[in-house]
């Protein structure tokens, strides 16, 4: 289906263009992001030993974040090294023992996007430094996907035929 990141970018991006949902500014981009990734952490689950657990539907919400910020980077930036960055991720994480679920990968997410976020708090164009920003808070996603075993690369690719076939269920924004 999709040979690689820079693909899923590009289909992605004019999937949103045909919606007509390019209407926000990096900042409101920004917030949709925040939101994904409040989503994903409700989709963690305490269990009673004081360990997290995912739900089925955590690794569609680490989809929606990485697919949101392919978008908001893509619209900036159409030369994003998507593929490296990814790749790079890899190179640099390894998933978490099969008993365990991590907080510190989400966390590290959130992190990084404190900074994204001052860097769009501009009223001109955005800096140089919002593209640094944007491409470590992705490479923080890929890395907490790698922790907690979820092939991102696969999920984007489903979240993108499954966004295909329900259209923009009557959204506007």
Do not use: C
Not at 35 to 45: C, F, G, N, T, Y
Not at 82 to 101: G, K, L, N
């Amino acid at each position: 289906m999709f040979t690689s990141y820079a693909v899923i970018a590009l289909r992605h991006h004019q999937w949103i263009e045909d919606m007509g949902w390019h209407k926000a500014s990096p900042l409101e981009s920004l917030g949709l992001i925040a939101s994904e990734i409040s989503e994903a952490m409700a989709e963690l689950q305490m269990l009673s030993n004081n360990t997290w657990t995912p739900t089925g539907a955590f690794s569609e919400e680490l989809a929606d974040i990485a697919l949101r910020t392919f978008d908001l980077l893509q619209s900036h930036d159409v030369h994003t090294p998507y593929d490296q960055i990814m790749a790079q991720a890899v190179r640099d994480s390894a998933p978490a023992q099969r008993e365990t679920f991590p907080l510190q990968p989400l966390m590290d997410v959130v992190v990084a996007l404190g900074p994204w976020i001052n860097a769009a708090r501009t009223r001109q164009n955005v800096p140089p430094e919002f593209f640094q920003h944007g491409q470590h808070f992705l490479y923080q996603v890929q890395r907490a996907a790698i922790v907690y075993n979820i092939d991102l690369f696969k999920v984007m690719s489903e979240k993108i035929e499954k966004n295909r076939k329900r259209g923009s269920r009557n959204r506007a924004v």
